[in-house]
């Protein structure tokens, strides 16, 4: 088989092995060939690196993986899918089958030191939580290069004062530079969900671009300001768990960090938020 024979016959092979693609698991396996070899050349992989690539499906994506690295860890929750990535694979001899939920899974055990990068198609139902997870678990990984909902990968990459700017977006940048690769239409994917998708790159920071006294307040800080985005930043806060400061106390932190005080969080970059942070941390400590 020549690279690139599962992603031409996906339907063929799904068919031969009686599988049909679960909703549970939010299975939608790519069927163009551009987009993969768009994926592992965002990625930025080389055959000194190994690739963790979450959901491998039928194994279009992993083949492309297995010729730009040196080792593939390919972690799978469906184990009705094993036995078919062992065939449909059993010509590589680089690549690992992981049969766990990514969510339970210690990547940075599985990859023993080795550099690594995580490339995916993540399923759209728990997109948000794996990336998340990852980020902040701090798993050692050079970059990320996932595939994700067109609604999420904007929210990822958004500017403030947008409506997709939010917790989300800040977190993302606070560990990483993210930007989008390409749009990949909703045809590219077999079965073929309802919404488009994009291809999100994110090169992880060594350390983040802003500097707090308390990481912790600042994303309860963030968290507080997105829960209620239509409310003022005083408002959002007042009472809010986590920062356990009365509204006269917010206000006067919002002021001393240069805002008005009646801004609203979708308002202040992460560097603002990051000295709204510190504000707070000296009136509490």
Do not use: W
Not at 31 to 41: F, M, Q, S
Not at 97 to 118: C, E, H, V, W, Y
Not at 262 to 279: M, P, Y
């Amino acid at each position: 088989m020549n690279t690139g024979y599962l992603v031409d016959n996906t339907k063929a092979v799904m068919d031969r092995y009686g599988f049909t693609a679960s909703k549970r698991f939010g299975q939608n396996f790519i069927k163009d060939r551009t987009v993969l070899e768009d994926i592992v050349k965002a990625s930025g992989l080389t055959k000194d690196e190994a690739a963790v690539e979450i959901g491998p499906g039928v194994g279009v994506l992993t083949e492309f993986l297995a010729e730009a690295a040196g080792r593939v860890y390919a972690v799978e929750v469906d184990r009705k899918l094993i036995p078919i990535l062992q065939e449909t694979l059993g010509r590589y001899d680089n690549i690992e089958l992981i049969n766990q939920d990514i969510m339970k899974t210690d990547i940075a055990s599985l990859t023993a030191g080795r550099p690594f990068r995580i490339v995916a198609n993540l399923p759209y139902y728990i997109t948000t939580p794996i990336i998340m997870s990852l980020l902040e678990s701090r798993v050692p990984c050079r970059s990320l290069t996932v595939m994700v909902q067109k609604e999420v990968g904007e929210r990822m990459t958004a500017k403030p004062e947008s409506k997709s700017y939010g917790a989300l977006t800040l977190a993302v940048n606070y560990y990483t530079k993210a930007e989008i690769v390409r749009k990949v239409p909703a045809g590219c994917f077999i079965p073929a969900p309802k919404v488009d998708s994009v291809v999100v790159h994110m090169d992880v920071y060594d350390t983040p671009p802003v500097r707090v006294k308390d990481e912790k307040l600042l994303f309860a800080l963030i968290r507080g300001a997105f829960n209620q985005r239509r409310k003022t930043l005083v408002n959002a806060l007042n009472g809010y768990a986590g920062l356990d400061l009365n509204k006269e106390q917010i206000a006067d932190a919002i002021v001393s960090s240069g805002k008005k005080p009646t801004v609203r969080g979708e308002e202040l970059s992460l560097g603002e938020f990051a000295a709204l942070s510190d504000i707070i941390t000296d009136i509490k400590y």
